[in-house]
């Protein structure tokens, strides 16, 4: 069984600044079956990324995925204030991290 | 625009059968290659995955759930179900549905989640 360990649980930053947010595998797995996800409180989930750095449909270019084997890592390159939500990651459609709650500092 | 909207009761009694709906718009649930599914998410854990149903009527289902839980289409409401019968306290928990393509891991839509208590 595959776990999925995020960090850090809680990241403080301004808007403007650049966010790094780490998953990393019990096992080493797939990129093509790695996805990412952003989650605003009383909303539906948003998918962000998957296959590990292909953005989906919407999704502004200040996302991105990157990573293979165990460690992956979604980067938000300049906050805007909307993007303050939490966010997991997937793998298989299955197994989920525990998320990263992203929040101004 | 894809949409999901979960519905049921929000309180449970412990032994009894919980049921929820998820009503989809835009997509049709008889055509197109898809699969729905549930997940739920307990109060300060990770989301955890219930089961998914193909367009093509088959099911896979969490293992440690399995002997429980059951996931069924009505294609004349556009609608699909959970059931999870025998629930306990540890099945308190905010309840999603979702979509995705057949074949690709991850989820394109979700709905917004329904909360459920179980508790006499």
């Known amino acids: 069984e595959i776990v999925l360990t995020q960090s850090p649980g809680t990241l403080s930053l301004s808007p403007g600044e650049r966010a790094t947010l780490s998953c990393r595998a019990s096992?080493?797995?797939?990129?093509?079956?790695l996805a990412w996800y952003q989650h605003k409180p009383g909303q539906a989930p948003r998918l962000l990324i998957y296959?590990?750095?292909s953005r989906a449909t919407g999704i502004p270019d200040r996302f991105s995925g990157s990573g293979s084997g165990t460690d992956f890592t979604l980067t938000i390159r300049r906050l805007e204030p909307e993007d303050f939500a939490v966010y997991f990651c997937q793998h298989y459609g299955t197994a989920f991290g525990q998320g990263t709650n992203l929040e101004i500092k | 625009q894809v949409q999901l909207q979960e519905s049921g009761p929000g309180l449970v009694k412990p032994s009894q059968t919980l049921s929820l709906t998820c009503t989809v718009s835009?997509?049709?649930?008889?055509?197109?290659?898809?699969?729905w599914t549930w997940i739920r998410q307990p109060a300060g854990k990770r989301l955890e995955w219930i089961g998914r149903l193909y367009t093509s009527g088959s099911t896979n289902y969490n293992p440690s759930l399995k002997s429980r839980v059951s996931i069924s289409v009505d294609t004349s409401k556009n609608q699909f179900s959970l059931r999870l019968s025998s629930v306990t306290a540890a099945d308190t928990a905010m309840y999603y549905c979702?979509?995705?393509?057949?074949?690709?891991?991850?989820?394109?839509?979700w709905g917004q989640g329904s909360q459920v208590t179980v508790s006499s």
């Open positions: 835009g997509v049709s649930l008889d055509t197109g290659n898809y699969y």
């Open positions: 096992q080493s797995v797939s990129g093509s079956n």
């Open positions: 296959g590990a750095s």
């Open positions: 979702a979509m995705g393509v057949a074949g690709f891991p991850y989820f394109d839509f």
